[in-house]
């Protein structure tokens, strides 16, 4: 009987066990967001409530409590990304209620916490993480955490943010989210489990789907050995969708009203740039992210044809050299090496400007050739013919520094796409004692692939005097001042392509071909 009762103890045991791995085994080719209907976009609005579509108010409570003290405000907070280009929110104080001080630091507050780019992806959690807290008839927990790799540079102390969901009867209650570790949040330093946020879901009726109807937070921190403790509760009073419809929500919960004269206070979210760049994305415009920061490498080849050729010993008048070497067969090959870093700013939809520094290796390597007329005279008076060379062998390697600026206008209409940009480059050579200014154009003509890869066709121009005028100092301390006369390639064909890697990283190429031949390679991130 004793060994019967063991059995049947060991078999209910292992039933338990299988039926419980199979209530947290992953529903097959989803999850359990999916399986109850409901989108992971949901989780984006823990991050910042703002990552919700369409626009919305919200009536807030908010308490600064410091060793006792409490300092109690209200106002209502208004997201709408169409009220005006570079500006999101908008928060309704009562007049006077706050010095003009404090509206600056509540409004800073506000950004600091909803800031995020323009660009944000949405779907910010990490579908791996998703996991079965608990499962208790009708009501279903869930953890998840957010993936590192999807968050906007604004948004990265959500990485050490832990998740919890909370699903009744297939439908969406609420949302938690807390700290397992150190954050930087809003320009404070706030210790792990001392930051936590709950956002209330309200399932709507009409449309379907999920907007935030209320939410409360609340976080700790010390300042200057002072602790101090913050909570905002915060209640949505309207919500449109990105149409502009309004959305039927239950008033009688709203904890107060603002009433007699009220102060807005306007602010922008993320970047501001592009200017217009709202504009130019309602009219179905894709743009990049503003702000980039690049390494970029260029190299090239050319003949370069002799055009003249005068020396002076120091202020002496110039001596012609032309007339005793054959410039018309002498050439040298010129190679450029240059790597620099740049930096640039889309100001407008369709105007990017730039600026970078860096260094450049210029290899000359050719023949200057003896006129025959001179050769043959330098043989006539005695000397040994083979002692009179043909040529005169020229190899020389120059190093520069280098910086500049430029401008990209870009436009397009689908997938073909449009650009010109300038560059104006000053490369400061220092064996040589020179300077030279060069100006280079390149009009491209672009194919965005439907894999997002742009594909590019164009040539460009380089101008500058390709003359080499300065000095060298001789042993003896005179100068040998000289001005050397080139004629260069101007234009060649190009090539590339520019790909994103990353939300972030950016690749691009150029092959250029022609009388000058040609490879620049660019690596980036955007902001």
Do not use: C
């Not at 950004?111 to 998703?130: I, T, V």
């Not at 004692?433 to 164009?458: D, E, Q, R, W």
Request: net charge negative.
């Amino acid at each position: 009987m004793y060994n019967l009762m063991r059995f049947l103890f060991l078999l209910l045991f292992l039933s338990f066990l299988s039926l419980n791995a199979q209530e947290t085994e992953p529903p097959l080719n989803s999850n359990y967001l999916i399986e109850n209907g409901i989108s992971p976009e949901v989780l984006d609005a823990a991050l910042s409530t703002t990552l919700q579509s369409g626009s919305f108010t919200s009536k807030i409570t908010g308490k600064k409590i410091t060793q006792g003290d409490t300092l109690s405000s209200s106002f209502g907070f208004i997201y709408d990304p169409e009220i005006n280009n570079g500006i999101d929110i908008q928060i309704a104080i009562k007049k006077d209620s706050l010095t003009k001080k404090e509206e600056k630091n509540l409004l800073k507050v506000l950004q600091n916490a909803h800031s995020f780019s323009r660009m944000s992806r949405s779907e910010l959690y990490d579908p791996s993480s998703l996991q079965v807290v608990s499962k208790n008839g009708n009501i279903l927990e869930l953890s998840y955490s957010y993936d590192k790799k999807r968050l906007e540079p604004e948004l990265k102390y959500g990485k050490y943010f832990k998740g919890l969901i909370r699903i009744e009867d297939g439908i969406l209650k609420w949302v938690k989210v807390t700290n397992f570790d150190r954050i930087k949040f809003e320009g404070i330093t706030i210790e792990k489990d001392n930051f936590e946020r709950t956002l209330y879901y309200t399932k709507d009726a009409t449309y379907g789907g999920y907007y935030v109807s209320s939410s409360n937070e609340s976080y700790s921190f010390i300042r200057k050995k002072e602790h101090i403790k913050v909570e905002f509760n915060s209640y949505t009073s309207d919500y449109r969708t990105p149409s502009g419809i309004p959305l039927a929500i239950d008033q009688r919960n709203l904890p107060f009203e603002l009433e007699g004269e009220i102060d807005t206070l306007k602010g922008s979210l993320g970047w501001a740039l592009p200017l217009m760049g709202k504009g130019a994305k309602k009219l179905g415009y894709k743009l990049p992210r503003p702000i980039g920061l690049n390494i970029f490498a260029h190299y090239q080849e050319q003949l370069l044809e002799f055009t003249a050729l005068e020396v002076a010993i120091n202020d002496e008048e110039p001596i012609e050299l032309g007339g005793l070497f054959d410039l018309s067969r002498s050439t040298v090959d010129q190679n450029t090496l240059i790597t620099m870093a740049k930096a640039d700013v889309w100001l407008l939809p369709f105007l990017n400007v730039m600026a970078f520094l860096g260094s450049g290796t210029n290899t000359i390597n050719g023949n200057l050739f003896i006129d025959e007329d001179l050769r043959n005279f330098l043989i006539g008076i005695g000397i040994d013919p083979s002692e009179v060379p043909d040529r005169l062998p020229i190899d020389s390697e120059l190093t520069s520094s280098m910086f500049g600026a430029g401008a990209t206008l870009a436009g397009g209409i689908g997938n073909i796409n449009l650009s010109v940009n300038y560059q104006l480059m000053v490369s400061k050579l220092e064996e040589v004692n020179t300077t030279k200014i060069a100006h280079v154009i390149s009009p491209n003509l672009g194919y965005m692939t439907p894999f997002g890869v742009n594909i590019m066709v164009g040539a460009q121009g380089q101008f500058y005097d390709p003359g080499a005028v300065g000095f060298i100092e001789l042993p003896n301390g005179d100068k040998l001042n000289y001005n050397v006369g080139f004629k260069p390639s101007v234009w060649n064909y190009l090539v590339g392509f520019y790909a994103p890697l990353s939300d972030h990283f950016e690749l691009a190429s150029q092959v250029g071909f022609g009388d000058r031949s040609s490879v620049t390679l660019v690596f980036g991130y955007r902001f």
